[in-house]
């Protein structure tokens, strides 16, 4: 480190930056050898930076504004972008809702269309609520007007009805949606019927009808002649009911004959474990349909099964109270 004694000349210096003169804050440039020495903190301010000397390293720090500017940009641009990014989320959310409640209005006019009536009583109308995941189904019937129509439905007229509506729209969503509904009657807002199925598990209903029809009033012959002409089905094998009859001992008896023109080959191609589960469930459903619409108490129920030809394939006793074949 030394010392040396210079010439300094000043001469008025002045500094522009794009054309307009710097306010030098009492700092005058000067010239040592023909080179001008600028004030640095004034330069670098007018040049939008900003000066710092550190003592403890002897260091002139210099941060360029133009730097510092371009982060904020870069913050703000991060920042739009994430928000940007959140925008389409919602909007592909809004959009998924849309599609979804265009599907769902496109199904309800196609369910009024083809399950306009249960039995005899008119569908005034059928409403969704929910998505492929889970869907809430309201069923509407005027009984001011059809109350008689509703009373002579039986339970398995209501099921079978309410079975094939759920598989449609299982069909049209997804078999795994969760369809939850009611049957309402919109002259007071009575829930008549409540059904549940949870993707392919078995459909749940619940009565709460007895207002309407009396709680099982049938009598027993009118419950066994309306069994005429249903039909079931072991393994793929569909039967009809020929004949039913319920004697004054508790029994049952049901002529079932087969459907099907090939009848015999198919049923002796099925397990005995097949057909015994099948015709389990026949029996219970029978069973059901005279306890719940005639109040009746069977304890068998005897079944047979006739083929193509009027032959009898096999026939069964199901005890009702135990719940299994004899």
């Given at each position: 480190m030394g010392a040396k004694q210079v010439k300094i000349d000043y001469n008025n210096f002045k500094i522009t930056v794009d054309g307009q003169p710097v306010n030098l804050l009492g700092k005058e440039p000067f010239a040592i050898n023909g080179t001008i020495y600028l004030?640095?903190?004034?330069v670098g301010e007018a040049l939008n930076s900003s000066v710092n000397w550190q003592n403890e390293t002897k260091t002139v720090s210099i941060t360029s504004g133009s730097t510092?500017?371009?982060?904020?940009?870069?913050?703000?641009?991060t920042s739009k972008e994430q928000e940007i990014e959140n925008l389409k989320k919602q909007v592909a959310v809004l959009q998924k809702q849309l599609a979804e409640g265009e599907d769902l209005s496109n199904l309800e006019r196609d369910l009024i269309d083809d399950y306009d009536e249960i039995g005899d009583v008119p569908v005034d109308d059928i409403t969704l609520d929910g998505d492929e995941d889970e869907v809430d189904v309201?069923?509407?019937v005027d009984l001011y007007r059809y109350e008689d129509e509703w009373n002579d439905l039986r339970d398995r007229d209501i099921e079978n009805w309410l079975e094939d509506l759920v598989e449609y729209i299982q069909d049209e969503?997804?078999?795994?949606?969760?369809v939850n509904g009611e049957i309402i009657n919109i002259d007071n807002g009575d829930?008549?019927?409540?059904?549940?199925?949870?993707?392919?598990?078995?459909l749940e209903v619940d009565?709460?009808?007895?207002?309407?029809?009396?709680?099982?009033?049938?009598?027993?012959?009118d419950?066994?002649?309306?069994?005429?002409?249903?039909?079931?089905?072991?393994?793929?094998?569909?039967?009809?009911?020929?004949?039913?009859?319920?004697?004054?001992?508790?029994i049952i008896t049901v002529y079932m004959d087969a459907e099907d023109d090939d009848a015999y080959d198919l049923w002796d191609e099925l397990s005995t474990g097949e057909i015994e589960n099948d015709v389990e469930d026949i029996c219970v459903d029978i069973a059901e349909t005279f306890e719940n619409d005639a109040n009746a108490d069977p304890e068998l129920v005897k079944i047979y099964f006739y083929d193509e030809n009027s032959d009898l394939l096999a026939r069964y006793d199901y005890d009702v109270a135990y719940g299994s074949l004899d």
């Open positions: 004030p640095l903190r004034v510092a500017e371009v982060n904020s940009l870069r913050l703000q641009l309201e069923v509407e969503l997804s078999e795994d949606t969760e829930v008549l019927v409540d059904f549940y199925k949870d993707g392919d598990d078995d009565y709460e009808d007895d207002d309407y029809r009396g709680g099982g009033s049938g009598s027993i012959t419950v066994a002649q309306g069994l005429s002409g249903e039909s079931y089905y072991v393994g793929d094998i569909e039967f009809a009911v020929e004949n039913a009859s319920y004697n004054i001992i508790d």
